[in-house]
């Protein structure tokens, strides 16, 4: 297994905190009904895209 040394993982968690800081406020801005719609449309997307991709694989 390969992992960072700590010093490095820090380094990197660093790089993504002000990115992590905006998703959390953008998260934050919308009710909870609001997250289990937007939710709720991911998962249909990754279903979509599951079922379109074993379309695809059907066809040589």
Do not use: G, N
């Amino acid at each position: 297994m390969i992992a960072p040394a700590p010093s490095s993982a820090e380094k990197a968690a660093s790089w993504f905190e002000s990115a992590r800081k905006a998703q959390d406020e953008l998260i934050s801005s919308y009710s909870k009904s609001d997250l289990e719609i937007i939710a709720d449309v991911f998962e249909r997307f990754a279903k979509l895209w599951d079922d379109e991709r074993k379309k695809v694989q059907k066809h040589p």
